[in-house]
Each structure stands twice: as structure tokens, then as C-alpha cells.
């Protein structure tokens, strides 16, 4: 089964983007530990990242298309697009919100989501272990 991780604006910055946030992890390295639980798992995982809200929506339009499951961190476009809420509405299997912060913990801006109510789960807070919980449920779901 091919499952999509998405990955919005920013993300590419993980490492030296406020790591007292996020953590002193790379992208690659994120990409790197999706991909071993995917083998593990038997999911072939496409990882990708942009800073270009068009792509994602193109990814996920993709996503709806081909019933791909979705694991979706969108950053800062969680909170502020109703385009990509309106894209996330259109999916087809299960879309798994992640954040790697508790943005529950953090300003009130980001305490709302354009996503959550087209996802079947919402997982924040556990760094990159949120993406490897998510993946396993889409395995085993
Ligand atoms: C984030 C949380 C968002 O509020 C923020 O804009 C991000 C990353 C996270 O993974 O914790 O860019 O989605």
C-alpha cells in the first residue's frame, strides 16, 4: 500500500529551525526514519515537503485520486488555509493530522485547524515518533 507524507512550509528548515521547538532532527532525517518503518510496516512510503501551498494541494488532489492514505504535517497552512482543508475534504482513505509540537501547548493561532475535522486522527507533540505512530495505524487500521 502507498501511503503520501506531506510535509508544508518550513519543514525543509528542521535542524536549525528553532530546536528547542522541533528538535535538532534534519527533514532527511525524518524521511529516513518514515522510510525504515515503512519497510517494516510494508507500506511504500512517498515522503515529500514544500513551501508552495499549490503542490500540496496537487499532492493531495493526487492523494484523492489514486485513494492514497495521507499523513499530513501542513505547518503554518494548517491554521491559516481553507484551501487545504477544502483538498483534505476530498481525500479518499484515511488522512492522519500530525505535528511534531504541541501546538495545543503554544499561541492560540495555532490552536485551530483547517484539517483536523477531515482527518480520522490528530497526533502533536511527539516529535518524529507522531509520524511513525501514524504510519503504523495506517498499516494496521
Ligand atoms: C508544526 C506546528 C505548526 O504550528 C507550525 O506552523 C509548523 C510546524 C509542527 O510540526 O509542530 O510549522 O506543524
Redesign the pocket.
Known sequence: MKVLVLN????NRLGKREPA??GSQTLADLEGLCATTGKELGLEVDFRQTNHEGELLEWLHEAADNGYPVVL????W??TSVAVGDACAQLTAPLIE????N?HK?EAF?HHSYVSAHAVGVI?GLGAQGYVAALGFIAHR
Do not use: D, E, F, K
Request: cysteine-free; glycine content about 4%; proline content about 5%.
Open positions: 508544508g512550509p518550513n519543514l521547538i522541533y504535517n501542513a505547518a503554518a494548517t491554521h500530525v505535528h511534531l509540537s501546538v503554544r495555532r502533536a
